[in-house]
């Protein structure tokens, strides 16, 4: 056995677990609180010799050939190795504590100086991640060993050091017996990917640090003597705050402690807060019920792997603040410990988990079975526990001072043993004031200690019998909306429920942003480094791209996690404070009546709206004309420095008919087409077919393919499922092959004003679904009315979509619209756009999802004006340069190949998006699912655009 395979060595002369806190050599650099600043801390990031190994056996005495590398780094992204992606299934065999004989290893060293002040105090070397065991040397003499990815190693290396020249040399393996405990969803990366640190300390340190901020006092455990600042200024009474300001994720107030032993500085931002669960099972910082508008948040970079730089984070909370989100969960290992300084300054609330996950054992025998309190698994087994109660333990003491946290997670996917009791003990006997959360709880039913009830991708409609529950624990979606691809499309319709109950108290989506990795410039993910065992693009599921990049999603959880909920009935518009904390009168509400598209009346007001209350204004109305043509609607928005909500409402305005009075076809014919002649146009129709398949006006070719009715849409990610009923891919028993689609056309009159075309759809191998009557009129300015009336087989499953697709020349590319804009949107992806007047191009329709899918949709739409052609009725549309086969077959962005041709979509319907990547089916409402279809619009061919 090797001793990174024996749990009882695999630790060795670590320095026990405290707060986590950098000692500074004078107050006023403490309050300052630039680390950089204390005479006390040395940073070794930087570049380091590496060696890399194949085999760890391999590793000599002395190596004389060193190249370089940055530390902190993942070595597979400085060109070591290859990342590896996998999700469930272990990369290795299941064969705890044994991991593979060839274990490749990464050894790193540097040289720093000691100077004689240095030497005289104890050193410490701190290591904030390495991936994933690893043996530290100091001057070649063994300091001690280390693992648990994500966590913290301090080492005393006080009696290594010299005055003068030093050198460290850290030997890093790929695997240990702690990566089972580390079968996390992701990239599997190495090497030491986060700071590393050397620290003076006293010769009598202060060791661990705890503090007690209640919302009436501060207080430092033990003897300790310390000081309370506010704002710079020390308080008088220490301890004591008068008129405390207390901490909450909308207004984060913090204090500033000193704890001090006149030789060591040591600061930490305080902030007064106190969590309590009430009887009725709210969630309350405070004593005011919150909900939780989370996320999960994996540390994620499409070049540095698990390395995020302290910008890289900060940029991270920025933007899911600018989102609306107020709450991270660690998925699933905690973060490096700026992360949780930034949470506290800012505002997050944070479910802190610990580096656990054994999900790989649920496949261990083939198939899938998660066994609760079974001997086989490392949860339950008697030599694991102190692995599992210390990795809890490592996360509890470094973060405890954090007012940012209000959960402690055991960890993810593990499913449930005596250890995780020990771990919920553990946390019980250290009485932070913290709740316990374990989504494997619910394995066992939750009949276990934890504070919270959790689950992952529930559906919607059952959360109300969640809420129902006797058992006065609050309900946490610990994952849900998975926003894999385009999406989520169903964030607010989970939101809406929250809202409704008190124990309902919010969640947190899956995930933060897509995990990829650059290979010759494209965005890859599982399979395109040669994996053993892979799970394909299921790491790209961010609600951010990789690049951090805003998509519909990203816009969409915005609009779902904003701070007002506003109704209109009538005229009376009630306005909804969803904040916890916060008095709207703290914003601007502007209201703005639009009547086809112009700006008929603006109102700012400033409401005095406590959180959690309402108010109800009843609006003058009197400008809104008998009649418009596209609509009227009040825009709704709440503004601070900037725009932080919005919610359009339509207006009750009749929209005028327009008339439309066919005319008597004049046509010519042969034996498949007519050929209909107007003043300035000519038109081919093509009787074979059932369509249209030339538009000439003023000598411009607008359209010079046939016009197909087709039910296509290339799979987003979250269709990855319903595809299998859509379309033949693997087997060719289970679907409609809607991908291969028949027209039929029964009949095809050509009648005095009108045409009139009798048809029917089927794929491949398939009776019809969908047997249909079009009906073509043209007036005398040569628009033309196009009427589909269908009905749908009863069994059919529901439709991607169901509408005309046109292509027409690449030169009509841009675009105008009247619809919902300007990002993409779909029928439950939608709450983030308003109906307005837009204009765009083909070009900036695309999104560049990491593996291609169906994008770019606008829905409630009267009018799209492109290529000289004006479409007008109540539709959605989609305008692409690439086709929706391309975009199904396509597996990477690079693939794509445009089409000669603008691709226009005018639909009657399209499916909505969902989350059913990993989360429940489509919710009914938002599935092309009607058996019978009448849908009417024009072309027209002379309106300007
Ligand atoms: C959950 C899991 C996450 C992630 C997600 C799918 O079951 O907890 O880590 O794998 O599924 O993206
Ligand atoms: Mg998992």
Redesign the pocket.
Known sequence: MRKYENLTKVRENLSPQRAYYIPYDTAEKALKGDKNSSKYYKLLNGEWGFAYFERDIDVPEKITDWGKITVPSCWQSKGYDTPYYT??NYPYPVNAPFVPDDNPCGVYAREFTVSKEEKKRNGFIVFEGVSSYFEVFINGKYVGSSEGSHLQSEFNIAKFLVEGENTITVKVVKWSAGSYLED???FRFNGIFRDVYLLYRAKNNIGDIEITATTKEITVKGNLEFDVYDNGEKLEEKGKVKNPILWNAEKPYLYTVIVSNKDEFIPFKVGMREIEISDKGEFKINQKPIKLRGV?HHDTHPTKGWYLSDEDLEKDIKLMKYLNINCVRT??YPKTPKFYELCDELGIYVVDETDI?I?GYCTRNSGWQYQMYNEEWPCQNAEWKDEFVSRCERMVERDKNHPCIIMWSLG??SGYGANHDAMIEYIRSRKLGVPVHF?GANLIEDKCDVDIRSK??VDVSSLKDHAAVKDNRPFFL??FS?S?GNGPGDVYDYFEEFYKYDNLIGGCI??WADHTAIKNGVQCYGGDFGEQTDDGN??A?GMVFANRELKAGSMEVRAAYQGINTTLIGDVLTIYNRFDFTNLKEYTLNLEVVVDGKLVKKEEHIFDIAPHESLSYTLDLSCLPKECSLGAFLNVSLVGTSEIAMVQHVLEAERAKEEFIPEKLVYEKDNEKIYIKGENYSYTFNTHYGNFEKIVVDDKVLLDELIKLTVWRAPTDNDRRIKFKWGIFEDNLSAQNFNMLFSKVYSCDVLEKEIVVVGSLAGVARSPFMKQTLTFKIDKNGKILVNLKATIGEDIVYLPRLGFEFKIPKTAESFSYFGRGEMENYLDLCHHTKVGYYSSTAKKEYVPYIMPQEHGNHSSVRELKIGGLTFKGDFEFNVSNFTSEMLTHAMHTNELIEDKNTIVRVDYKVSGIGSN??GPELINEYRVNEKTVDFEFTIDVNGKN
């Open positions: 999700n469930v996390q969803d992701f999960n998925s699933h996950e999900h993810n996917e989504e992952m991708y610990c994952e998975h894999m899956w995930e299921f790491c599921d990547s990993c």
